[in-house]
């Protein structure tokens, strides 16, 4: 790959972020052997499996760039600035956000890697109010928590591209790179999980009265959850202008909504689409 | 006390604090909770080996088979002989991935002086490709049988959604007769390398069913102190202890700290190979007192479980796939609630899953002990050792011999902070 010089425009793809959330004040500008740090908040690490699991891709990357920074992988931990962060997993304890808002004025670019980076993932499920109750029966009562919320890095500072997925899909992960590398940031995939489960010859869930949300999931996974005989809980994120709606009147044919929402809660329960769809609204205070 | 940093090339965020002056040692754990024995509750059965897997991303396949198994028990489901073996085949998978990973890309570097396993490509280019041969081949027997490695997406309680087809496992079988030389190559490379010296007291734990060399299906829990208990009785056996500096619990028996994993297991039923594993089991030496030797059991491991997989491919194709395999129940409710415990040996070692669930097929009730949990105990133990015995070396050297320590368990800081 030749030398590039290339301004990237500054955008922020997937979740709407939070109010508060820490903008970026660098230049995007990404000079040829980029200075590459990953760093992985509270998650399993199975995206980065998967990066090692790209072997002689892996390989050919990590040829095109200097990782200065990758605790599960090497000793060397260089301090930033870096030009590309690549953050695995969810900031849950409060040394992990202050290191992620740290980590954003020191990056030009900012990329999360998989669910729990980009939606909080499975570690999203239990809610911030629950977490009190499930540490004293868990820890017992005398024991401090450490976590506050599983909520994703959008909550929290601008992100400059999402690579969802429960893991993430390892050609995917190849294309974001190899466009960052090219100077620009990608875009997400504009078509439904559907399109690719048809490609892969799959008999329709909803058809057979089985949940789905690869109606309103961004493809990209090539229905790799289908195919095995599972479920689609939308790890992806949620497709632009994904029609919702449409799909709860499908489902609302042979699901109720308990069964309806325990599918969004998955992957997708801190995302403004399931408080808008299942919270109940608060009474305001008299 | 020093500022806190992250011990690298391990899975997950865990930190040695000294105190020199007292001559102590601590390890701190820092990963952020998540929960998951609450997250499961309420949910239905069928979701807890969705769920769980995502403890860990580098044992995924060991998590998603304990937590169907406990499922199983609590339903009283008998998967067909042919899921069974499908099963250790992905476990065979599982152990090979995990072991590879670790030794190559975590380990290898401490004992060749190198900063990163990437690095073994330019130094030793021929263990790197077979490193590289053993991740590809394991990688594409976790998908193809588990649907996906990372996370598997067509295992179940009661057998499998899908099972490959006997041409797809030909195709495997191919590919799995090329692991067996990388793997003889993963021995030698072991078997050449300096381990540091330890003199300590470990107590190894390991499933085991006296009969085979077992990692599915033990019938005990034993131990080299002579524990013949019941793996239904896992939770008298371990004690988990809350400490102030982890959000991690550290697992012990009857007091002391447990080890458990490839040397606990080689130690427990290493007799019980057969072939050249066997012979390499008794060429290596290994000395069940030095923990440093577990990455040495490892490389046998990855031997014994690459000749395995071979074994159980020709048993399939032979005998082909019954249709029992993908024949699951209309649905996960127990007449009664029920409690169902799921165990076996995870490439860290013993995991164990209990599991209530009601007549609605609702999880009421989850509690699981990963292999890190009881390692964690051992792991602060033999540190100790360590610092005690190596008294007058420079602060710098302890420091890096403690980090090998700490990388040779091998922890899942992931996996003990679930």
Redesign the interface.
């Known amino acids: 790959m030749g030398p590039f010089f290339t301004m990237i425009k500054s955008k922020v793809t997937g979740t709407k972020s939070c109010s508060g959330v820490v903008e970026t004040t660098m230049s995007r500008e990404i000079k040829p052997k980029p200075k590459v740090a990953v760093f992985d908040f509270t998650d399993c690490e199975g995206c980065e499996v998967a990066l090692v699991s790209l072997r002689e891709k892996l390989l050919e990357l990590v040829g095109e760039i200097d990782v200065v920074n990758w605790r599960l992988a090497q000793k060397r931990a260089d301090e930033g600035p870096y030009d590309i962060v690549i953050i695995e997993g969810t900031p849950v304890t409060q040394e992990e956000i202050d290191s992620l808002k740290f980590l954003r004025d020191q990056t030009k670019i900012l990329v999360g890697l998989g669910s729990c980076a980009t939606l909080g993932g499975i570690p999203g499920i239990i809610d911030k109010e629950a977490r009190s109750f499930w540490y004293k029966k868990i820890y017992g009562e005398k024991y401090k928590p450490r976590g506050i919320d599983a909520l994703p890095l959008t909550a929290y500072v601008q992100v400059d591209y999402l690579i969802h997925g429960c893991p993430v899909e390892k050609k995917e992960v190849v294309r974001v790179m190899e466009e960052l590398l090219a100077g620009k940031i990608s875009k997400p995939r504009n078509y439904s999980v559907c399109f690719e489960c048809k490609l892969a010859g799959n008999p329709c869930r909803l058809l057979a009265r089985k949940i789905c949300l690869g109606p309103i999931t961004q493809g990209g996974c090539g229905a790799i959850c289908v195919s095995g005989g599972s479920p689609c809980y939308g790890c992806f994120g949620l497709r632009d202008e994904p029609q919702i709606d449409n799909l709860l009147q499908t489902l609302y044919k042979f699901s109720d909504s308990e069964q309806v929402e325990r599918y969004f809660s998955m992957f997708l329960k801190k995302t403004p689409e399931y408080a808008r769809l299942f919270r109940k609204p608060k009474k305001p205070h008299d | 006390m020093q500022k806190p940093e992250?011990i690298?090339?391990?899975?997950?965020h865990g930190s040695l604090h000294f105190n020199w002056e007292k001559n102590k040692v601590w390890l701190e754990v820092?990963?952020?909770?998540?929960?998951f024995?609450?997250?499961v509750v309420g949910?239905?059965a069928e979701?807890l080996y969705?769920?769980t897997p995502?403890?860990?991303?580098?044992c995924?396949i060991a998590h998603n088979l304990a937590a169907i198994r406990a499922v199983e028990d609590a339903l009283n489901l008998k998967p067909s002989k042919s899921a069974v073996l499908l099963r250790k085949l992905l476990l065979d998978a599982q152990m090979i991935q995990s072991h590879v990973?670790h030794l190559y890309?975590?380990a290898a570097?401490d004992y060749l002086g190198l900063?990163?396993?990437?690095e073994i490509?330019k130094t030793h280019p021929v263990y790197f490709q077979q490193a590289?041969e053993l991740?590809?081949i394991s990688?594409l027997i976790a998908d193809t049988v588990?649907?996906?490695?990372?996370?598997?997406?067509?295992t179940?309680a009661g057998g499998?959604?899908?099972v490959p087809s006997i041409e797809t496992l030909k195709k495997l079988k191919n590919e799995a007769e090329k692991m067996l030389e990388s793997a003889e190559g993963c021995v030698h490379l072991f078997t050449s390398l300096n381990y540091p010296e330890v003199n300590t007291d470990l107590s190894l734990f390991a499933q085991t069913n006296g009969k085979t060399y077992e990692t599915y299906d033990g019938k005990y829990i034993s131990s080299n102190k002579r524990l013949k208990a019941s793996p239904d009785d896992f939770e008298k056996t371990i004690d988990e202890e809350?400490k102030?500096y982890s959000?991690a619990?550290f697992g012990y028996h009857a007091g002391k700290g447990m080890m458990v994993g490839a040397l606990a297991r080689l130690n427990l039923q290493g007799k019980l190979l057969k072939g050249k594993a066997k012979e390499f089991f008794k060429e290596a030496h290994l000395d069940f007192q030095n923990p440093y030797h577990n990455n040495l059991a490892q490389a046998i491991e990855t031997y014994q479980f690459a000749h395995e997989s071979n074994e159980i491919l020709s048993e399939l194709i032979e005998n082909g796939i019954g249709e029992k395999a993908t024949k699951l129940p209309k649905n996960y409710m127990p007449r009664k609630v029920s409690r169902g415990i799921g165990a076996l040996e995870a490439p860290r070692g013993s995991l164990y899953y209990e599991v209530e669930i009601d007549t609605k097929g609702s999880i009421t009730h989850c509690n699981i002990i990963t292999p890190t949990v009881q390692n964690l105990s051992s792991m602060e133990e033999s540190a100790q050792a360590v610092l005690d015995q190596m008294k007058g070396q420079s602060k710098e050297k302890i420091q890096d011999l403690l980090e090998m320590l700490v990388r040779a368990y091998d922890p899942c800081i992931?996996c003990s902070v679930h």
């Open positions: 992250f690298t090339k391990i899975e997950g820092a990963e952020g909770e998540r929960l024995e609450g997250m949910r239905p979701e969705w769920i995502r403890i860990c991303g580098v995924p990973l890309f975590l570097p900063d990163s396993g990437l490509i590289l991740k590809r990688d588990g649907g996906r490695g990372i996370h598997p997406t067509s179940a499998f959604h899908k809350i102030p959000t619990k992931t």
